[in-house]
Nanobody, 123 residues
Framework: QVQLVESGGGLVQAGGSLRLSCTAS????????VGWFRQAPGKEREFVSA???????LHSVSVKGRFTISRDNAKNTVYLQMNSLKPEDTAVYSC?????????????????WGRGTQVTVSS
């Protein structure tokens, strides 16, 4: 089972940017699809973005045009570049990996999860 560690969270003003990293250890990482989810206090977990092992990309409507996702398999790392941040983006962001195909927006299809990193956007 792949182990995931997020980094790059923090406090930023509205309109600013952050880049989150998800670094994995374990075997066959390059074969995994990787997704980012977020959860704000009192709200359900929300799909953000995902990238497949082939490089296919999916964003939620709420972040499309502002966030980009990429992966560097040589570094076992997936990045989430977040631009034009809004206060409503404030949440704990977690990355997840899965070996099965399909269902990128469905959290329970993922095999492994990181512990999450806090992103706070001030107005």
């Amino acid at each position: 089972q792949v182990q995931l560690v997020e980094s790059g969270g923090g406090l930023v003003q509205a309109g600013g940017s952050l880049r989150l990293s998800c670094t994995a250890s374990g075997r066959t990482f390059s074969s995994y699809d990787v997704g980012w989810f977020r959860q704000a206090p009192g709200k359900e977990r929300e799909f953000v973005s995902a990238i497949t092992w082939r490089g296919g990309i999916l964003h939620s409507v709420s972040v499309k045009g502002r966030f980009t996702i990429s992966r560097d398999n040589a570094k076992n790392t997936v990045y989430l570049q977040m631009n034009s941040l809004k206060p409503e983006d404030t949440a704990v962001y977690s990355c997840a990996a899965k070996s099965s195909s399909g269902g990128l927006e469905v959290s329970n299809t993922y095999d492994s999860w990181g512990r999450g990193t806090q992103v706070t956007v001030s107005s």
